[in-house]
């Protein structure tokens, strides 16, 4: 935290004095209950990744991975969720949720608005089973050209050397860019030597990243705290 701190003019004993001005905030009485609050938040969510999931260790293993992956980048262990809940509701696999977030995320850079709706967009291609235009713009809206991805890597996708935009807005149209084109677009964008490799690591060392850990953490210590009750 030091060392992010001290590029932006920062010293961790200002962050220290700002949490604790944050914590003058709550009374006594106000943190076990937000603990509380918090706990029972995290059981309502297992009972609905349960139903979704169809098994509750399946459930409990959803809920720690993305505590997990909320512990090691900027993002928060709700807007994963959320996430995540839209993935598998437009029919991703369970298995491949925490994974498709985490390209989701690299390529959103850790920005949990931009993740949510390219979440959206994605889930609504693999209900489609295709690719459509609208898809295309939200994905394009949100930073992230599938497209573009494609024609660089023509070869991988089946398609021939030098095809180019154009050709696949014409395959588009005709329905011929498959959900499972566009999912192996994420896989090769965020896999190594893509464009958005470990970005959300990168992301997670800046000041905001770092602090939205601590604040992740800190809750799941309080939730923690108070399960036993």
Do not use: C, H
């Amino acid at each position: 935290v030091e060392g992010a701190a001290s590029r932006w003019k920062v010293s961790f004993s200002d962050l220290a004095g700002l949490a604790g001005k944050v914590g003058l905030a709550f009374s006594a009485w106000q943190i076990p209950k937000y603990a509380i609050q918090s706990a029972a938040q995290l059981e309502r969510l297992q009972a609905q990744f349960e139903v979704m999931l169809g098994s509750a260790g399946k459930a409990e293993r959803m809920i720690a991975d993305i505590q997990k992956l909320a512990a090691a980048t900027p993002l928060e262990s709700m807007g994963i969720t959320e996430s995540v809940k839209t993935l598998v509701q437009f029919g991703v696999a369970g298995e491949n949720a925490i994974d498709t977030v985490r390209q989701l995320g690299d390529v959103a850079g850790g920005d949990q608005e931009r993740l949510s709706r390219m979440a959206l967009a994605y889930g609504q291609v693999v209900a489609a089973g295709k690719l459509q235009g609208q898809d295309l713009l939200q994905f394009i809206n949100a930073g992230f050209n599938p497209l573009k991805v494609m024609v660089e890597n023509a070869t991988k996708f089946g398609l021939k050397a030098g095809t180019s935009m154009g050709d696949l807005r014409k395959m588009m149209e005709k329905g011929q860019i498959s959900a499972e084109m566009m999912g192996q677009a994420f896989v090769i964008a965020t896999s190594k030597g893509g464009m958005f490799y470990q970005n959300m690591e990168k992301q997670s060392k800046t000041l905001g990243g770092l602090w939205s850990t601590m604040v992740d953490n800190i809750q799941l210590s309080l939730v923690a705290a108070v399960q036993p009750l």
